[in-house]
């Protein structure tokens, strides 16, 4: 798929962002908004799936550790047609299947429930190990935040899949500089992240350009061709990207727009999808 393609689905993936936190009067944007890209890279043109077949054996799997972003996932999940588009209005509503965080019991495409940060990549981790046991060819990715790695765990579980050599996990670190608290360098400072996750026998590919489709094909490709050890991709991306007032602020973190605010980012929006398809 080309770059202008992918472009065009990210874009309608943050109009499903900010439409479905708008509903729920509740949630995540600034981090969904960061990851739309890789979200989009991912399901569109990186993994083996098939949304016709959302448990057949063979697929990648894709576990979203922090999983808060769940409206950046539940929407490129219904963009790749797992579900009605229609349906992100119901996120967090009773009796809707979108819960706050991904339920893999009763959401078509989402591999493991998660929520409580730190743990995905351990699931990621145990699933990579499974299908090494069993001579499987699945591959394995999980996205974290930058600030979900302030968390003990995620580093029990890289030092494990380091030293499993398990080259068929990726484990990408959405690295947006900012999480709940504000900078993540002032709150708790995980820098840097790099060096860390090649002191536990990870392939580091450092400093992606998160909203760039060429460098995540490239870093991506790298990934795939690295054997013997996991491969970390370390994003640089804006947290809130491609809504302009919630770019690079830490206030949107975890705040829904109001009737105001929504319809100036989806103004702005739709203007960057007419942008696009005049390319």
Same mark, same amino acid.
């Given at each position: 798929?080309?770059?202008?393609?992918?472009?065009?689905?990210?874009?309608?993936?943050?109009?499903?962002?900010?439409?479905?936190?708008?509903?729920?009067?509740?949630?995540?944007?600034?981090?969904?908004?960061?990851?739309?890209?890789?979200?989009?890279?991912?399901?569109?043109? #990186?993994?083996?799936?098939?949304?016709?077949?959302?448990?057949?054996?063979?697929?990648?799997?894709?576990?979203?550790?922090?999983?808060?972003?769940?409206?950046?996932?539940?929407?490129?999940?219904?963009?790749?047609?797992?579900?009605?588009?229609?349906?992100?209005?119901?996120?967090?509503?009773?009796?809707?299947?979108?819960?706050?965080?991904?339920?893999?019991?009763?959401?078509?495409?989402?591999?493991?429930?998660?929520?409580?940060?730190?743990?995905?990549?351990?699931?990621?981790?145990?699933?990579?190990?499974?299908?090494?046991?069993?001579?499987?060819?699945?591959?394995?990715?999980?996205?974290?935040?930058?600030?979900?790695?302030?968390?003990?765990?995620?580093?029990?579980?890289?030092?494990?899949?380091?030293?499993?050599?398990?080259?068929?996990?990726?484990?990408?670190?959405?690295?947006?500089?900012?999480?709940?608290?504000?900078?993540?360098?002032?709150?708790?400072?995980?820098?840097?992240?790099?060096?860390?996750?090649?002191?536990?026998?990870?392939?580091?590919?450092?400093?992606?350009?998160?909203?760039?489709?060429?460098?995540?094909?490239?870093?991506?490709?790298?990934?795939?061709?690295?054997?013997?050890?996991?491969?970390?991709?370390?994003?640089?991306?804006?947290?809130?990207?491609?809504?302009?007032?919630? #770019?690079?602020?830490?206030?949107?973190?975890?705040?829904?727009?109001?009737?105001?605010?929504?319809?100036?980012?989806?103004?702005?929006?739709?203007?960057?999808?007419?942008?696009?398809?005049?390319?």
């Amino acid at each position: 798929m080309d770059v202008i393609e992918l472009k065009k689905i990210a874009n309608e993936v943050r109009k499903g962002i900010v439409t479905s936190v708008h509903s729920a009067k509740a949630g995540h944007p600034g981090g969904s908004l960061s990851a739309a890209d890789v979200f989009t890279y991912l399901y569109f043109e #990186e993994m083996n799936i098939d949304p016709a077949d959302p448990k057949k054996a063979d697929r990648d799997r894709f576990v979203l550790s922090k999983g808060h972003t769940a409206p950046g996932l539940y929407s490129v999940l219904a963009q790749r047609g797992y579900f009605p588009v229609e349906d992100l209005k119901t996120l967090r509503h009773i009796g809707s299947y979108l819960q706050g965080h991904p339920d893999m019991k009763h959401i078509p495409g989402v591999d493991m429930s998660s929520g409580s940060l730190g743990q995905g990549i351990s699931a990621a981790v145990g699933m990579a190990l499974s299908a090494k046991l069993s001579h499987d060819d699945y591959r394995v990715y999980t996205l974290l935040g930058d600030g979900e790695i302030q968390e003990g765990q995620v580093w029990e579980a890289s030092m494990f899949a380091g030293h499993r050599k398990l080259d068929n996990l990726v484990v990408i670190v959405d690295n947006n500089g900012l999480q709940i608290d504000g900078n993540i360098a002032d709150v708790c400072s995980p820098y840097p992240i790099d060096k860390k996750f090649e002191a536990f026998n990870f392939h580091v590919i450092a400093d992606v350009d998160a909203h760039d489709f060429e460098a995540l094909r490239a870093a991506f490709k790298e990934a795939r061709e690295t054997k013997g050890m996991p491969t970390a991709i370390i994003l640089k991306s804006v947290k809130g990207k491609g809504v302009s007032f919630m #770019e690079n602020k830490a206030g949107w973190h975890g705040k829904a727009p109001n009737d105001e605010e929504y319809a100036i980012a989806m103004d702005e929006l739709e203007k960057a999808g007419e942008a696009l398809c005049q390319k």
